[in-house]
């Protein structure tokens, strides 16, 4: 009989209680894989941001605009491919006002030369630089809201007063985290024609590819410095730093995932260590029989880690097998529809998997370390004497 | 009825496994505690803002101060609306603010870190309309300077933002901090206050201002005022009191805040609740025989459930009371969160209130009852005469 079979068959002896704690690995697993997708949602957007993408804002704020004609001006900086620029128009969908999702008045055509990752079918595409009412749609927006193309649509304007028609020109959708699925795009022309004189030909931020991935600082420094001595002065930053900048402002909630994260591995570590240090406890005097039979310490020892070692794996596949289809078919679906700006991509991912189950199996080892000394230290005759 | 003696006492004959089964029901009273109290402090924090008798007046529609922008023009007109309070010179009290959000670097951080710090440009009366601001180092700003005043949750949190320092709110446009001021912990502490003068040139703002806050003659005025402002169909203004609109304002991130830690705290009370049934079909198991004796002495089926699920509930108690001591010591500790409503950070602080405290016990408590049911509806079922057998 091999190491793993006694571990397997002590496993079975009592099977409510090894039921008990392989739920509870297998939720821990699930509920890590969760979280740390939660995480990976959040923060990847700097993984898939593109090297050779550079943004650029008003120096002070972002609530404040450029003029339009710096937009030019960058494209015809040398080492500059294309540029495109985008203003925020905070519409709301006035049968559902609390309902948040981003709309952006921008220039189609060089939109999706700068943001290649934006999937979108070539007629839907050609329809919507065509139309100047046109809008494009993120595909989870689009389910939410039930909205097709061909549809019209109307938006209650936040910043700019008043109803906004529009019409539904394209869907579009992407796979990486940079760019939401739950964003309206539309015009920017429609936007800076209603627009009153004061506030016309003015861009909320300029998107700019270059080159060489290698120049970003570099580039962000010219454009910097070629606008400095203007009235408005800009601040450029690689779409990585942009991003990361952006987070730095919710800090402080994924230091309380990850302080959450270690406070579950906590818990199931001192559960899975209960239940070995019950098992243990219970067959003492077995222990002392394998002793007296000739296994060494090390045996005994080797015994309980394996038992927890099974425990470990069983738990951490079923955690696995759960956590899939609850991730992506269940709260990924929702959070991507209902939160599409901060989660835009809500799906396992293959490393986060796999440390899950290693965690699983390593909790479930250093948990039964303890018993395991405990079990090995005792004498021969004192185990035997001890019962039940 | 069994003495809970009894149950005690059994407990702390198997002290390392009660200790493992109560610290994993403390963590999780605590994780629940802890975000509840966040969720109460975000509103608390939020909504100490408002004052009931007075009013803020926005752009139709916008929501929110920082999307809404009044001509001039029409802040005048505001002021003169019946209903609206006079000081003792025969000044309403009223003060059309600015409002933008800059860039700040962040001290303390990593190099180079920026958050948003929200800059209100405030007339110069605007301590008259908000009298719950005062002044707790340094000095009021100057009336038409480039001056300004901190809220106390800013000093030292960001480059520039002690009394004495400057900082940039435009190229060559510095102003000086020469004041902190505290507001009742309200998300004004969050903030700068400098000049509207300075506020609207810096930002190209000439001429408008994002909101009117004023002080009604009473509470009661509201509907009054509301009805005049609202009617006017040029204007297009909308009037919210003043207590209101901070509760709107506070709403998305306090129920970020609670729908996150209620569904960790789910998760983790999923997983306490099994360990605490591990831990008691444990301990039903090993005391068959006094069961048996028990049942054998006359105690009832319903006598021997309840004594587990008691067992059990102090054991889970015991364990909920110090994950809630362990939360309490939170409520010295700060946290800076984004705010949604206005795209800025805000400090907020952990609030303790009654209703959190026993709900988060009563959670925990749930789960020794959850936990200790099917093991005890196992030991009630014992035959007296095959336990006693051994």
């Known amino acids: 009989m091999t190491l793993l079979g006694i571990a397997a068959r002590n496993i079975g002896r009592n099977k409510l209680r090894t039921a008990l704690t392989v739920t509870v690995v297998a939720i821990s697993t699930l509920f890590f894989i969760m979280l740390r997708t939660v995480v990976w949602s959040w923060t990847s957007a700097s993984e898939f941001a593109a090297k050779d993408r550079i943004a650029t804002r008003h120096k002070v704020s972002f609530v404040m605009q450029l003029p339009r004609r710096y937009v030019d001006e960058i494209a015809q900086m040398p080492g500059v491919t294309s540029v495109s620029y985008a203003n925020w128009f905070g519409g709301k969908d006035p049968k559902d006002e609390n309902d948040f999702f981003a709309t952006i008045a921008t220039d189609p055509a060089s939109l999706l030369k700068v943001y290649p990752e934006i999937k979108i079918s070539e007629p839907q595409k050609q329809a919507w630089i065509a139309d100047r009412r046109g809008a494009m749609i993120g595909d989870s927006l689009a389910k939410k809201k039930g909205w097709k193309v061909g549809d019209k649509i109307t938006l209650a304007g936040s910043i700019f007063p008043g109803n906004w028609d529009f019409n539904v020109s394209g869907i579009y959708t992407t796979t990486t985290t940079n760019v939401d699925r739950a964003t309206v795009w539309f015009h920017w022309d429609y936007l800076n024609e209603s627009l009153p004189a004061r506030s016309k030909d003015m861009v909320g931020w300029i ?20 606008f400095d001595d203007r009235d408005l002065q800009t601040i450029t930053m690689s779409e990585a730093a942009l991003n990361q900048s952006f987070l730095g402002m919710f800090s402080a909630i ?66 696995l097998a759960l956590g899939y289809p609850f991730v992506n078919f269940g709260v990924g679906r929702f959070l991507e529809e209902n939160m599409g700006q901060m989660f835009p991509q809500f799906r396992v991912q293959p490393q986060i998997a796999a440390m899950a189950f290693l965690l699983a199996l390593g909790l479930a080892v250093v948990s039964a370390i303890l018993p395991a000394r405990k079990a090995a230290a005792l004498q021969v005759v004192e185990s035997l004497r001890r019962v039940g | 009825m069994i003495p809970i003696s009894y149950n005690v006492r059994s407990l702390m004959v198997r002290k390392t496994t009660t200790f493992a089964t109560a610290g994993g029901i403390a963590l999780v009273v605590f994780v629940l505690a802890a975000a509840m109290m966040l969720s109460a402090g975000v509103k608390k924090t939020l909504v100490a803002g408002g004052r009931p008798d007075n009013a803020i007046v926005t752009r139709k529609g916008s929501g929110a101060e920082l999307s809404s922008s009044i001509e001039s023009n029409a802040v005048g007109l505001i002021l003169a609306t019946p209903g609206v309070k006079k000081d003792e010179t025969g000044a309403p009290l009223g003060s059309g603010e600015t409002v933008v959000v800059i860039a700040q670097e962040k001290l303390g951080g990593a190099a180079g870190q920026v958050s948003n710090v929200l800059v209100r440009g405030v007339p110069d009366n605007v301590l008259k309309v908000r009298p719950d601001v005062h002044i707790i180092s340094g000095r009021p700003a100057k009336p038409g300077t480039d001056e300004c005043v901190i809220g106390k949750a800013l000093v030292g949190n960001y480059a520039g933002m002690t009394v004495g320092q400057k900082f940039e709110l435009k190229k060559n446009r510095a102003v000086e901090v020469v004041g902190v001021f505290e507001a009742g912990g309200s998300s004004f502490e969050s903030e700068v206050w400098a000049s509207l003068e300075t506020a609207r040139s810096s930002f190209g703002r000439d001429g408008l ?154 959670a925990g408590a749930g789960m020794g009852i959850i936990g200790g049911f099917l093991p005890a509806l196992k030991a009630a079922g014992t035959s007296p005469i095959e336990a006693m057998r051994g």
């Not at chain 1, 998107?207 to 070629?226: E, L």
């Not at chain 2, 010591?329 to 959190?356: C, D, G, R, Y």
Request: aromatic share 8%.
């Open chain 1, 207 to 226: 998107v700019t590819n270059i080159n060489d991935p290698g120049a970003s600082g570099r580039m962000s420094k010219a454009v910097d410095a070629k």
């Open chain 2, 209 to 362: 201002v994002s909101s009117v806050t004023v002080r009604l003659d009473s509470p009661g005025a509201f509907d009054k005022f509301k009805a005049t402002i609202e009617t006017d169909k040029q204007l297009l203004l909308e009037a919210e009191r003043e207590t209101s609109y901070y509760e709107k304002q506070s709403q998305a991130t306090a129920l970020f805040v609670s729908v996150l830690g209620t569904v960790i705290s789910i998760f983790c009370a999923f997983g306490a609740t099994l360990g605490a049934m591990n831990t008691m079909f444990a301990a039903v198991a090993q005391r068959k025989r006094e069961v048996g004796t028990l049942l054998a002495l006359g105690f009832s089926k319903f006598n021997i459930l309840t004594s587990f699920v008691v067992e059990s509930v102090v054991l889970a108690a015991v364990g909920g009371a110090v994950g809630l001591a362990a939360s309490l010591l939170l409520t010295f500790a700060k946290v800076s969160l984004m705010n949604q409503a206005s795209w800025s950070e805000i400090t907020f602080s952990f609030s303790a209130t009654p209703n959190i405290l026993l709900g988060a016990l009563v």
């Open chain 1, 254 to 319: 994924l230091k309380a995932i990850d302080f959450v994260s270690v406070v579950m591995i906590a818990i199931m570590g001192l559960i899975i260590g209960n239940t070995i240090a019950m098992g243990v406890r219970e067959r003492t005097n077995e222990y002392g029989v394998l002793r007296a039979i000739g296994f060494l310490p090390k045996h005994v020892a080797q015994f309980i880690l394996g038992e927890a070692l099974v425990i470990g794996i069983v738990g951490g596949l079923l955690g």
